[in-house]
């Protein structure tokens, strides 16, 4: 009789075989088959797929922001926008961990949070931004950067904040290219 190997939860993604629990960790089967499992139970790919996917979206995907959550982590302003070489860079302060007060006084924290992102939109003479939150970690911050708005033209613009369903809230106005 064959003796089976068993191969850590770190083996190569591409081996053939099946998932189980054995002594409390899981293993993979390195053979095509698997004739008898007296050790633990079976457990589908298709499970730990879906288990891995959950994990892995919980960790990457970034969630768009209300203008509501915004004020309870402390609010949000802009600063004098800046030329680089990329293009005209917009200061925005905000720190959704609820630690600091921007333009309202906290009343959440959020120790597991970061700012992921901040997408800005130009339309006419007005500035929308938005900012996205996801999982902590990675060397990730919770305070938001800058955001980059490319090479507008010059002028006076209104500065709002936006989120889906939302009407957007006026947060400032800035001047770019005098």
């Known amino acids: 009789m064959e003796e089976t190997k068993y191969l850590p939860l770190i083996a190569p993604l ?8 054995t002594s409390r960790a899981i293993f993979l089967d390195s053979s095509a088959f698997l004739s008898t499992v007296s050790p633990g139970h079976v457990i589908s790919k298709l499970t730990l797929v879906s ?38 860079l917009l200061p925005v302060r905000s720190d959704v961990s609820g630690l600091r007060t921007i333009t309202a006084k906290p009343s959440t924290l959020n120790s ?3 700012c992921q992102r901040i997408e800005a939109e130009i339309e006419g003479d007005a500035i929308f931004i938005t900012i996205f939150t996801g999982v902590a970690g990675g060397g990730r911050s919770s305070v938001c950067p800058s ?18 369903n939302e ?8 001047s770019i290219g005098f």
């Open 167 to 174: 009407t957007p809230v006026s947060i400032g106005e800035v």
């Open 51 to 88: 288990i891995a996917l959950a994990l892995v979206a919980c960790s990457t995907f970034a969630e768009q922001r209300s203008w509501l959550f915004m004020q309870s982590v402390g609010g949000i302003e802009v600063g004098t926008p800046l030329q680089s070489e990329t293009g005209w």
């Open 112 to 114: 597991g949070l970061s």
């Open 14 to 21: 591409g081996s053939l075989g099946k998932w189980f629990f």
């Open 147 to 164: 955001v980059l708005l490319g090479h507008p033209p010059a002028g006076k613009y209104s500065v709002f904040y936006r989120s889906l």
